[in-house]
Structures are given as structure tokens and as C-alpha cells.
């Protein structure tokens, strides 16, 4: 995604997202607590949250955000931009949670994935783009702790953009089709990345 698209789309969350509540969250999903308030930070890429935000999981723990915040939407992979901006529209709430707590590791890689998936559900986006953009980010996204240094048995796999772009739609067919809980998503991602459904291509090839 070139540099201009990129600010393009955190200009409309801007736009369209400042000062707007989110107390209209389905419950069965958790809720928001505040309201989403930014502006760009200094160098024109980065968006600053100026009021503090969260969400609480339908579990009651609090995803809190606090005022100050910049993020620029690096923990979701870049392959699905250009599918799913994710700060556009009712993704933008639950991506500014789930940069934050990517940036900050206070918990583990698996909760914060799937709080994405659960505060995108939320702010009600459908059923099946939550799961694909949920699957997407537990192939792609950061991973830390136990198990996820490069080589061991919970590291992300390695793939090119056009391979991610790949496998985010082959994700999306079987989310269409299979309509699969988040167990049975997290399965098939695992298989997608250890190779019997596409073999990832080796830089060059």
C-alpha cells in the first residue's frame, strides 16, 4: 500500500470518526467505553487518540487506551488493506485496541488477536469480515512470548505480501463457505501456515 492510500484512509477515520460514541456496542460482544476523539500526530502518518478509550470483553476485563496514543494501524497485516481498511468505518474502534495492546505485550498474542475479533463484533461489523480480518491477524499479525522467536513452534509464518494476499482469500472462501467457530478457524489457519493447503513460495520462485 503506497504511502498516499495509507494517509488517504486514516484521513476518513478521522473524518468520519471523531467525537462519535460508541455506546451503541452489542453486549453480547462486550462494549465500548468513551468516545473515539484523534487527530493526526506530527508527522502526518500517525493518529493520536486525545481522549481516553476502551472496550470491555463479554469476559468484564477492560481494554483501556489512554490519551496520548499514537498508532498508524501496523498490527494489521498489510494484506488486507486493501480488502478491509481497517481505519475506515466500524473497524477503526477495534484497531486502535488492538494496536495498542500489540505495542504494549501486557497480554498474551492469542487474547489480543481474538479481542480484535470480539470488539470488531461490537461495533458491529458483520459476522464474516470480523472472522476473515480475525484469521488474518492470528496468521500475520505480531506474536510474542513463549514459542514465537523465529523457528519455534508458535512464530508466525513467513510469507511475501503476494502470499498473504493469497491466503487471505483462500481464508475468505472458507469463512464463506464453512461459516466455522473460532476454534475451528483457528485450526484451519494453523494448517493454511504449516503448508498442506498452500505451501508458502520461497523468496524468488
Known sequence: MTMTLRYLLLTAM?????????????????HYVGKFVAEF???????KLIEPYGYVDPAG???????????DGASVP???????????????????????YCDNKQRSWQDTHKVFYNAMRAADVDENTAKIMYGAVYLFGPRWGPGTAPGQRNAAPK???EQQEEMVEKLK??????????????????????????PL?????
Open 78 to 100: 498489510s494484506a488486507l488493506w486493501a480488502l478491509y481498511p481497517p481505519f475506515t468505518g466500524a473497524y477503526r474502534s477495534a484497531a486502535v485496541i488492538h494496536d495498542y
Open 173 to 198: 472462501t472458507f469463512v464463506e463457505t464453512e461459516n466455522p467457530d473460532l476454534d475451528s478457524l483457528e485450526a484451519h489457519a494453523k494448517r493454511m501456515s504449516s503448508g498442506p493447503i498452500m
Open 159 to 161: 510469507a511475501t505480501p
Open 14 to 30: 478521522i473524518s468520519a470518526g471523531a467525537g462519535v460514541s460508541a455506546s451503541w456496542a452489542d453486549s453480547r460482544f462486550g
Open 61 to 71: 476485563e477492560q481494554w483501556d487506551v489512554p490519551a496520548g496514543y499514537l498508532t
Open 41 to 47: 500526530g506530527g508527522d502526518g502518518r500517525k493518529v
Open 201 to 205: 513460495r520461497k523468496d524468488g520462485e
